[in-house]
């Protein structure tokens, strides 16, 4: 029977957090690296980047990654000798390859994964899981919104870099996230026709607009939006040049996010802000209940064409999970005082 890879073998400590040699492994996903991130980031550790292409065999079987001679990687930035002291990975997707680091490090490397990756908790040293995921264990951290690492610095100097930009506009400035199509379904035409139809009315009832979308909305969405908004006030992102989203995040006075994804929603309540989840198309499932958990914690509220105030504490939950590895670390002897 395989070793369990969260067995550890002897290994140099110290006491200094930055001379902890950290790989974060990412296949591109943006919204998994942002994550991965601000772990490393609210742990204190200084991260180098492994955009690597998890294969096939260890996506559909992660745990195989334990089997001597399965390779980590199918390619990407190598991955070799001197393994790190801590791998922080995120998603199912790349489950298998930090778990084949570990096994390749002689065990030695600590194991930090983001996201239910529907394995044994034991196969991690540290495990994060959104609350509405049901695996627990002794080594299982839940978390109600994702990480990520905009702490209020990042945040101030890009509303700096924007600023100019929305200045023409009146307040309140409303912050407009947009999403996309995901494997769940599509932005329907009728569907993004009726949200632009309740911004329309957002702006008419006198809002400044800030409109972003994002890499996953998709051409005809962008286009809607940017037509049905013209005659309004109404900064509208097209995709190209510079992202003004951490700007737009930064200068809001009031949000909308469309409920298609889980790390606009959390950045937009780690501000605490009024944010209003607009579905543009009907959710289910995990997606569902972390709509709900969020409504009933008082971080949001459903978006149907008007804006309301209310105030919430910001949902920023990526400090105490950084606290938690940094503990660990010190628990398992990585990192001593």
Known sequence: MSKNPAESVPFAATSDVHQLTTWILT???????????GLAKAAGLTPIIKRIHPSLLLRALPALGTVPGVPAAAGGDPMAEPWPDVVISCGRRTA????????????????AHIQDPRLDPRR??????????PTRGPNVVTTLGALN?????????AARQWEIEAAGLPRPY?????????????FSPDAVARFVRQLRQVANDGAGLLVATSRRTDAATRAALKDGLADLPALVWDGEGENPYLGFLALA???????DSVNMAS???ATGKPVHVATVEAENGRLAAFHERLRMAGHTRAFEGRIEAWSHPPLDETPRVGAVLRQRLSDTGILHA
């Open 253 to 259: 006075d009031a949000l909308i996010v469309t409920s």
């Open 149 to 157: 690492p905009h702490d209020p610095a990042i945040l101030a100097d």
């Open 124 to 133: 991690f040293d540290l495990l994060v899981v959104p609350e509405h995921d």
């Open 174 to 186: 409303v912050a407009v996230m947009v999403g996309g199509s995901n494997k769940r379904y599509d």
């Open 267 to 269: 950045e937009a309540c």
């Open 96 to 111: 298998g390859a930090a778990i084949a680091v570990k096994r390749l490090s002689g065990g030695r490397a600590f194991l």
């Open 27 to 37: 296949d591109g996903t943006v919204g998994m690296r942002i994550q991965c991130l």
